[in-house]
């Protein structure tokens, strides 16, 4: 009686086991949210070719977004950081201190932006015409 009770039991017991379901949770690696990707490539056409070596002797301006002196000092105030103009020949400094500018602004205003970037006056129409062509 207790063998065929144990064996009631046991046999109840695997009917309430099931294969575990399909349902799992997938992880997908996704490509980062680049919002001002066509932004940095204009600018890079613009301001030097896509050359990050180029330098501007005229406004010491370096690199792939021609990075002046001015910017770098106010950038290392604002951050605390210690980049020197030097520092701007490798593309992915010079980009850190492009979007850090760039999200003061925000990516829904790249005409703003890219005037921002390239400074004030006059010449920024112009800029923003060579900007957009290479959108």
Known sequence: MKMTILTLIITLFTLTLK???DEAIRIVKTEPIQPF???IYAIGSVECS???LA???QEEATGYFQIRPIRINDYNKRTGSDYTLNDMFDYYKAEKVFLYYASQIGPYDIERVAKSWNGSGPKVIE???LIKQNL
Request: glycine share 0%.
């Open 37 to 39: 990707k066509q932004l």
């Open 55 to 57: 330098y501007n002797p």
């Open 127 to 129: 800029y923003w015409k």
């Open 50 to 52: 896509f050359d990050t």
């Open 19 to 21: 294969a575990p379901s």
